[in-house]
C-alpha cells in the first residue's frame, strides 16, 4: 500500500492506494489545528500495511508543507520505507 499525504493547502488530503495504483481510501478535511494527521492516517489504514509514502513538496502553505514532509519523513525512517517527493500540482491534476 502506498500512503500519499498533500498537507499543502487550505484542505488537507490523505490517500491510500493498492500496488495497482487503485484507491483503497481517502480523505479530504480543511486543514490547520484540529486536523490530526496522525490520527486520520491511523483512521484509514494500519500503519504496519503502508509500504510506501509520497508527499507534496509544494507549491503550497510553508506551514502545511512542513506538517506533512515532518510526518512521513518521521514514518518513513521509523518504519524504513521509501519516501517520494511530489509536486502538489502534479497531485492535483491526478
Known sequence: MVLVIDTSSVYSALAVLSADGGVVAELVEPSG???????RVAELTDIRAIESIVVATG???F??????AAYALGLSVARRLRLMG???????AG
Open 59 to 61: 507549491p503550497g502553505s
Open 63 to 68: 506551514t502545511g508543507l512542513r506538517v506533512g
Open 86 to 92: 511530489i509536486s502538489s500540482l502534479t497531485l492535483a
Open 33 to 39: 489545528r484540529g486536523f490530526d494527521l496522525a490520527g
